[in-house]
């Protein structure tokens, strides 16, 4: 097991599922189920502080990720859970006990077979607290916004500059001083800068530090 924690725009999408296919691994981007259960709630209408309609909702759907792509109640949302608007509302919501009971769960039965890369936020933290390797991805804000940014624009969404540092930083506050399951970095996390790196350089010095540790794992030395 592989998992990949940091805060948003650090480059944790791009970077695990190229680790993933380099490795031949499973890769499970549990922000997406965070999204995809947002989307719902969204869909649904609900406010996120009317706790028991959201409880009673939350307990009903059924959120399911079918190779890379991610399904609610029989519809695929992959590409719909990408927007500005579902990234904040997955922000509140993900700080909710009833959210993360029911796909923590989920997400460590997905991974017990092992041979999988884990991304998100307390994969190493929580979802596997075991796991052989851990990576703590981070960037500059800067750098984070501009690459959240020019992502945007790849789906056809324009954000200005200062739009997009903004909505990082509340995002980043939120996913950090939440009571449960908060965005830190593990304590046996590798810390690695991407500021100024390129994917294939990160991908690349990933990929040796896992080789490092299948021939020296941790404890001889
Ligand atoms: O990585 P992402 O941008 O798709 O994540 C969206 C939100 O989901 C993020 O702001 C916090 C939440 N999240 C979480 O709380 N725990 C995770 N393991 C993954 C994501």
Redesign the pocket.
């Known amino acids: 097991m592989i998992t990949i924690?940091g805060p948003?725009g650090a480059g944790?999408?791009t970077v695990a599922r190229r680790l993933a296919a380099r490795l031949g691994y499973r890769l499970l981007?549990?922000?997406?189920?965070?999204?995809a259960l947002a989307w719902s709630v969204a869909r649904a209408g609900l406010a996120p502080e009317d706790t028991p309609a959201l409880r009673r909702h939350v307990e009903r759907v059924h959120v399911d990720v079918e190779g890379d792509r991610v399904v609610v109640d029989g519809r695929d949302v992959t590409d719909e859970i990408r927007s500005p608007e579902i990234?904040a509302l997955?922000?509140r919501l993900?700080m909710l006990g009833v959210v993360?009971d029911k796909l923590t769960p989920m997400?460590r039965r997905m991974a017990a077979t092992g041979g999988v890369v884990l991304?998100?936020?307390?994969?190493g933290t929580v979802?596997c607290p075991d796991a052989e390797v851990k990576f703590y991805l981070d960037a500059s804000l800067e750098e984070r916004a501009h690459r959240r940014q020019l992502e945007l624009r790849a789906r056809g969404v324009e954000v200005d500059t200062e739009t997009a540092r903004a909505d990082i930083a509340a995002?980043d506050a939120?996913?950090s001083s939440r009571a449960l399951?908060p965005?830190r970095r593990a304590s046996d996390a590798i810390e690695v800068d991407t500021t100024g790196l390129s994917v294939e350089q990160v991908v690349s010095l990933l990929a040796e530090m896992v080789e490092r540790r299948r021939r020296e794992p941790m404890g001889c030395g």
């Open positions: 924690d948003a944790k999408g981007d549990t922000g997406a189920m965070y999204r990234a997955t922000s993900s993360r997400q991304e998100g936020r307390d994969t979802v995002r939120q996913d399951a965005l």
